[in-house]
């Protein structure tokens, strides 16, 4: 079975500051990893995903994430924060392998970003 | 091109009656999937249609739920009788033949039950 973990539900962050949103998985095989973001009254929206390759992925309105085998960890990075980026973040896996083609979705992170 | 869309996007219904969801996925997409999301938890999948066959229906609750995608185009998820518990957020997405690809979203249908 697949699951991730978001372990917090909200993160706080002054605009121009560095942001991290955590999320770790759990697959029997390899994983493909996604973050998706939904703004306020919006759908789920693509921002990144590792499929192969570099550990570390870039998508997206200027957001990052470092896959690490070692610690099942796929956290969401941006550089310096806007207020703009204020909405609720959704890690996801699939097994590579396994599983069916169905994402696995954590509980969701509400990101606020303050001036 | 368009998105995935989602009809109604909001639809308060009583206990007991009968609700109908659509979605129209993105024009080529084989792959169609419905997922729910009730009040802060996690959005779960509830099943998977590889043109208009259920390929993975694993995480639909209860024989109340039925799923259709008629001629491998839009799809309709349809509760009968809605209980107070299916009330939510419920998404669709589609996506290309290849695992390794994301998939779309819709806005979603914010269904409250009363």
């Known amino acids: 079975a697949q699951s991730v973990a978001q372990p917090e539900d909200q993160v706080n962050v002054a605009e121009g500051n560095p942001l991290t949103v955590k999320c770790t998985y759990s697959?029997?095989?390899?994983?493909?990893l996604f973050w998706y973001v939904q703004y306020p009254n919006r759908g789920l929206q693509f921002l990144l995903k590792?499929?192969?390759?570099?550990?570390l992925v870039k998508g997206s309105y200027g957001f990052e994430a470092e896959f690490n085998k070692s610690q099942t960890s796929f956290h969401l990075k941006k550089p310096s924060a806007l207020v703009s980026d204020s909405a609720l973040y959704f890690c996801?896996?699939?097994?590579?392998?396994?599983?069916?083609?169905?994402?696995?979705f954590g509980t969701g992170t509400q990101l606020k970003v303050e001036l | 091109e368009a998105g995935v869309t989602q009809f109604p996007s909001h639809s308060v219904i009583e206990k007991g009656q009968t609700v109908t969801l659509r979605c129209d996925p993105i024009?080529?997409?084989?792959?169609l999937y419905w997922y729910r999301r009730v009040m802060g938890k996690e959005i779960k999948f509830l099943l998977h249609?590889?043109?208009?066959?259920?390929?993975?229906e694993s995480g639909m609750p209860n024989n109340r739920f039925l799923a259709e995608r008629t001629g491998g185009t839009y799809s309709t998820l349809k509760v009968q009788p809605a209980e107070l518990e299916d009330s939510g957020v419920y998404f669709c997405?589609?996506?290309?033949?290849?695992?390794?690809?994301?998939?779309?979203f819709g806005q979603g249908t914010r269904l409250t039950v009363v």
């Open positions: 997405a589609s996506s290309q033949n290849n695992r390794g690809l994301e998939a779309f």
């Open positions: 697959v029997s095989g390899n994983p493909y």
């Open positions: 590792y499929i192969t390759g570099d550990n």
């Open positions: 996801a896996v699939r097994d590579k392998a396994g599983g069916g083609n169905k994402l696995t």
């Open positions: 024009s080529g997409h084989d792959n």
């Open positions: 249609f590889v043109k208009e066959s259920k390929q993975d």
